[in-house]
């Protein structure tokens, strides 16, 4: 299912400018490469605070990178220069953030339909996708509720369905379903894993859930306490499709898990 | 007879209905007791220094029969709705052109909050000087103290906006316009009107504070020339009808708030 590389990222650093008066600040992110195949399921765990957001952020080009490279589609874009910066690649790395970041003042339906009206995409096809998607996680019914009157759970899936929508070839997710309750987690896990298998898009997944990060991935990427740095790289012997709930029983789970766990510190 | 269940709910219902009552009762006590005490004032202290409440009603009603007072409403309101639409499209512009400049908003920042100190009242000597004794130095009153309310609001409205929802709509795909018009614009809204609930009623006052300088027309022109004639009747009559004025159009803006900001959560029993 692999293909080539479609993100790669070679020497990647980050430490924020340094405040007026103290000492520089420290790395956050040091001399980190890795690559993305085209069609993968790729989990990065790691520890609170071990930058995970950063590198998204990074990689979705909301910001810059202090050093290093970054190529997709085997084009090198630059990282450090805030002004060349061009916020999602021209719409081909979606990103889902770890809050919904829904616009308070649009309904569910146009909160979806947001990205396509300001690509000006919006037909009656990508209408009917919009709707095909609110149908597929459940949200039936809410098309004409503010975010306010969603459940957090709602919520996550009306943000994650407006990055599908427009279908970018690369997603990013930040910690999707962190704040959610093991049931609701569950549910939109098996959500996403379905939305991924009929698509197959690229999907790069951080997590501080080491269960969640087997469950989903095809490859697991663990990154060491900041600075971060490549701790560990697991490719996931779990064949698909998988029972998310059931994933713990599956024979190669423990051995998989006991490796990532000493490896997070 | 009574089951305890009934007995215990009858007192929790009970007050809130006579408070509502008390309320209300209260408000019409309250507008007979200012009624009461302005035609006690006006029986002790003589119609030269206040007039009596029937006769002001009287004058109100004559003058509208007449159309005098309808003409000086309509030149009071041009004045004012010409000035704020200045003022209030300035207020807006500005912010959002300074946000495309960080540097020269840095540059400018203090000439702007210098010169929201300069009492703008005191400049109608010269705007009669410079714009002469038509509309023009009335206009650039009232556009003057619309524009620093909307401006300032508008600039700090700018400034809260989520950042997040700014990064999260370019990843999307929104072009710096979409995100001005669509992002800012709605996250500022509650800001904005804030600021219009202090801009409209001073476009009037401003208007009319005009008028009293310059001009032969309008509710400041209609208070000042009864004042200078002694008719303290026509003085409480134009200050009546002003006040009817902005109240009318503050009633107006809050439906409008209503209606624009239906989508916020909160707020919604915390208006003034």
């Known amino acids: 299912m692999a293909g080539a590389p479609v993100l790669e990222v070679r020497g990647l650093s980050k430490r924020f400018a340094d405040r007026a008066g103290r000492e ?82 649009r309904t569910t339906l146009q909160n979806v339909l947001f990205p396509l009206l300001v690509q000006r995409r919006l037909d009656s096809e990508t209408r009917a996708r919009a709707q095909s998607l609110i149908r597929a996680v459940g949200l039936s019914g809410f098309e004409n509720h503010y975010p306010h009157e969603l459940s957090g759970g709602m919520r996550k899936r009306a943000s994650l369905i407006r990055t599908l929508v427009y279908d970018p070839p690369v997603i990013l997710m930040d910690e999707p379903f962190g704040a959610l309750d093991a049931q609701t987690r569950a549910q939109l896990q098996e959500d996403l ?73 | 007879m009574t089951n305890p269940e009934e007995r215990l709910a009858m007192p929790k219902v009970a007050p809130i209905r006579s408070g509502q009552y008390a309320i209300i009762a209260g408000r019409i006590g309250l507008a007979v007791a200012l009624l009461g005490a ?39 309101l041009r004045l004012s709705a010409m000035g704020f639409a200045v003022g209030c499209a300035f207020g807006v512009a500005l912010p959002f052109l300074l946000r495309r400049m960080p540097r020269l908003t840095n540059a400018v920042e203090p000439y702007i909050l210098a010169s929201v100190g300069v009492p703008k009242y005191a400049l109608v000597p010269l705007f009669i000087l410079w714009f002469g004794i ?21 600039f700090a409205g700018i400034r809260n906006v989520d950042r997040r929802l700014i990064s999260m ?104």
């Not at chain 1, 021209?90 to 770890?98: D, H, L």
């Not at chain 2, 009603?61 to 409403?73: E, K, P, Q």
């Not at chain 2, 809204?189 to 005009?210: D, Q, T, Y």
Request: hydrophobic content about 45%.
């Open chain 1, 24 to 105: 520089p600040a420290s790395w956050v992110i040091k001399d980190l490469s890795f690559a993305v195949d085209e069609g993968e399921f790729l989990t990065i765990i790691g520890p609170s605070g071990s930058g995970k957001t950063t590198l998204l952020n990074v990689l979705a080009q909301i910001e810059t990178a202090s050093a290093g490279e970054l190529f997709f589609q085997s084009r090198t874009t630059p990282v450090d220069d805030a002004k060349s910066l061009k916020p999602g690649l021209s719409c081909r790395i979606g990103y889902v953030t770890q809050e919904d970041n829904l616009l308070p003042w």
């Open chain 1, 193 to 265: 894993l379905r939305l991924w298998s009929l698509g197959r898009k690229t999907i790069v997944f951080v997590t501080h859930d080491i269960a969640e990060a087997i469950a989903l991935g095809d490859r697991t990427l663990v990154l060491s306490r900041s600075p971060a740095t490549l701790a560990g790289e697991h490719t996931n012997p779990i064949p698909r499709p998988r029972d998310i709930r059931g994933i713990m029983t599956h024979p190669q789970f423990a051995a998989l898990y006991q490796r990532i766990r000493g490896e997070v510190q």
């Open chain 2, 38 to 76: 302005w035609k006690l004032g006006a029986d002790t202290a003589g119609p030269l220094y206040v007039a009596d409440p029937g006769m002001v009603l009287q004058r109100i009603i004559s003058d509208t029969l007449s159309g005098s007072l309808v003409r000086h409403v309509y030149v009071t």
């Open chain 2, 134 to 154: 038509d509309d023009a130095p009335k206009l650039w009153l009232v556009g003057l103290l619309v524009f620093y309310p909307i401006f300032i609001a508008v």
């Open chain 2, 169 to 272: 709509a370019r990843v999307l795909g929104a072009s710096e316009a979409a995100i001005s018009r669509e992002v800012i614009w709605n996250s500022l809204l509650p800001f904005f009107f804030a600021a219009l609930k202090i801009a409209l009623p001073r476009a009037v006052s401003a208007a009319i504070i005009g008028e009293f300088l310059v001009g032969n027309e309008g509710l400041g022109y209609m208070i000042e020339y009864s004042r200078q004639n002694l008719d303290t009747t026509g003085v409480f009559a134009g200050i009546l009808v002003a006040t009817a004025l902005v109240l009318a159009i503050n009633a107006l803006l809050l439906r409008f708030d209503h209606r624009l900001n239906a989508w916020r959560p909160v707020d919604r029993h915390m208006e003034l």
